[in-house]
């Protein structure tokens, strides 16, 4: 019996085998997962339909399950039209879930093609695509280490 949120099966089978410096990409409904990975990335489907099942709701689970030293998002282009809307809502909601799981690590964009160029590592091993219908709402981890609980 599992203690953290996460039960996927296939989720928790690719972290478990899964160490240090591993990324893990939590596409949006409009990432190009089929497409943009690594070369050894597994690719888990949650798009029941649209917004279900979506980005933040994985991203709590995940979280609760491993360590996480990175999280980025995909940054926009300057010249993009989004770029002039300011900041996506969706970043708010992740800032709020690293801190709702006593994270200090920063939410930091990385540029749009540096993003796809980071998911093309051979340190990406899972994608988890959502159906979430927010822009510019995919988050890249990057897995910490397990460290020793001292009370033990």
């Known amino acids: 019996m599992l203690k953290h949120q996460l039960i996927h099966p296939k989720i928790n089978e ?8 591993a990324r893990i990409l939590i596409a949006d409904g409009n990432y ?5 990975k690594g070369p050894a990335a ?9 917004g279900i099942v ?7 689970a995940v979280l609760s399950a491993v360590p996480i030293d990175q999280v980025n998002t995909m940054g926009i282009p300057p010249d993009d039209p989004y770029a002039k809307q300011g900041e996506p ?9 690293l801190e709702q799981a006593g994270m200090k690590t920063p939410l930091e964009p990385i540029q749009k093609y540096a993003f796809y160029e980071a998911v093309a590592s051979p340190d990406h091993v899972l994608t988890i695509q959502t159906a979430d219908q927010a822009l510019w709402a995919n988050v890249l981890l990057t897995m910490g280490c397990r460290v020793p609980d001292p009370g033990h």
């Open 32 to 36: 190009p997962a089929s497409t943009k």
């Open 14 to 21: 690719v972290l478990a085998r899964a160490g240090h410096h």
């Open 42 to 50: 597994e690719l888990v489907c949650l798009n029941l339909s649209p």
């Open 54 to 60: 979506t980005v933040a709701q994985v991203l709590r």
């Open 89 to 97: 809502a969706a970043w708010k909601e992740f800032r709020n879930i």
